[in-house]
């Protein structure tokens, strides 16, 4: 095998011998880097016995079959074909080989998967990050990108794939936002502390803060009687409203005093055993 090395850039090679049993070149050559495809010719004292190649030391030996440049064989004059190097198939001969690392400009891989992502890793080949599913976003997770379906409330998200309930109200559990079930006609929301809260009918409410006394004979000699609300949440502060239920007809007047934070008095001008005084809790 003849080989002659040669760099890139422009140059001339004059007629001369190589060695003693090398074969002559009759003319010059003229070579440049490849940019366009053109021909020139070496002429030989005798038929060469084998093939000629040209190898670039600074792009890695590359073969003569490549698509740099090639000889061909036999005797007489050689033609030298330089072409140029196809990127976009690789070559029928295969031109290009090898992955270019990151560090030359590549990515370091051989093949990026469909629909995936391709995320740094300083020097080193690149990472691959696998298509996500409809509906995801990308975003930060534990300081690497990640495919996530809900976008933290840190972010201005609700952090649930909670669907909506058509009626229903979105509240918030302390990690991520919910929504209650749809309420009936007529019920209001109902707070239950740090749970969900809850569609109510208004005398559940009402039952809840209400209730009835009935008038024992000491209430009736003493003309006032002194009840202790069953209602939870009854305090010093709680306003009260009251009517007073005689045993035969409607309503009749009466006045609360003397509140404490257990009991309260109810007055009547005439209180009478068996009657009712109906009262109401507002906290």
Same mark, same amino acid.
């Given at each position: 095998?003849?080989?002659?090395?040669? /760099?890139?850039?422009?140059? +001339?090679?004059?007629?001369?011998?190589?060695?003693?049993?090398?074969?002559?070149?009759?003319? #010059? &050559?003229? &070579?440049?880097?490849?940019?366009?495809?053109?021909?020139?010719?070496?002429? +030989?004292?005798?038929?060469?016995?084998?093939?000629? #190649?040209?190898?670039?030391?600074?792009?890695?030996?590359?073969?003569?079959?490549?698509?740099?440049m090639k000889i061909g064989v036999g005797a007489g004059d050689k033609t030298v074909t330089?072409?140029?190097?196809? &990127?976009?198939?690789? %070559?029928?001969?295969?031109?290009?080989?090898?992955?270019?690392?990151?560090?030359?400009?590549?990515? %370091? +891989?051989?093949?990026?998967?469909?629909?995936?992502?391709?995320?740094?890793?300083?020097?080193?080949?690149?990472?691959?990050?696998?298509? !996500?599913?409809?509906?995801?976003?990308? #975003?930060?997770?534990?300081?690497?990108?990640?495919?996530?379906?809900?976008?933290?409330?840190?972010?201005?998200?609700?952090? /649930?794939?909670?669907?909506?309930?058509?009626?229903?109200?979105?509240?918030?559990?302390?990690?991520?936002?919910?929504?209650?079930?749809?309420?009936?006609? !007529?019920?209001? &929301?109902?707070?239950?502390?740090?749970?969900?809260?809850?569609?109510?009918?208004?005398? /559940?409410?009402?039952?809840?803060?209400?209730?009835?006394?009935?008038?024992?004979?000491?209430?009736?000699?003493?003309?006032?009687?002194?009840?202790?609300?069953?209602?939870? !949440?009854?305090?010093?502060?709680?306003?009260?409203?009251?009517?007073?239920?005689?045993?035969?007809?409607?309503?009749?007047?009466?006045?609360?005093?003397?509140?404490?934070?257990?009991?309260?008095?109810?007055? #009547? !001008?005439?209180?009478?055993?068996?009657?009712?005084?109906?009262?109401?809790?507002?906290?």
């Open positions: 095998m003849k080989t002659i090395k040669i /760099s890139t850039i422009a140059f +001339l090679i004059c007629m001369g011998a190589f060695s003693a049993n090398a074969q002559t070149l009759t003319r #010059s &050559l003229i &070579l440049k880097p490849a940019g366009s495809a053109f021909t020139t010719t070496i002429g +030989l004292t005798a038929s060469p016995t084998a093939s000629w #190649s040209l190898l670039f030391p600074a792009l890695g030996d590359a073969a003569a079959a490549g698509p740099f330089f072409g140029q190097m196809d &990127l976009t198939s690789n %070559g029928a001969a295969g031109d290009i080989t090898g992955v270019l690392g990151v560090t030359n400009g590549g990515t %370091g +891989l051989a093949t990026v998967p469909a629909g995936s992502i391709l995320l740094g890793n300083g020097t080193g080949a690149m990472n691959s990050l696998a298509v !996500g599913t409809n509906g995801q976003v990308l #975003s930060m997770v534990a300081g690497a990108p990640a495919w996530i379906t809900t976008v933290a409330i840190a972010n201005g998200g609700t952090n /649930s794939a909670a669907t909506p309930t058509n009626g229903g109200v979105a509240y918030g559990d302390g990690t991520q936002y919910q929504f209650s079930a749809a309420g009936t006609a !007529g019920q209001v &929301l109902q707070s239950n502390g740090g749970a969900a809260p809850t569609w109510v009918s208004v005398n /559940s409410l009402i039952a809840g803060i209400a209730s009835q006394y009935t008038v024992t004979g000491t209430d009736q000699t003493n003309g006032f009687a002194t009840i202790t609300p069953s209602i939870a !949440g009854y305090g010093l502060t709680s306003k009260i409203i009251i009517t007073y239920q005689s045993a035969n007809g409607p309503a009749q007047a009466a006045s609360v005093s003397t509140q404490t934070a257990t009991t309260f008095d109810v007055y #009547s !001008g005439a209180m009478t055993t068996g009657e009712k005084i109906n009262y109401i809790i507002v906290n």
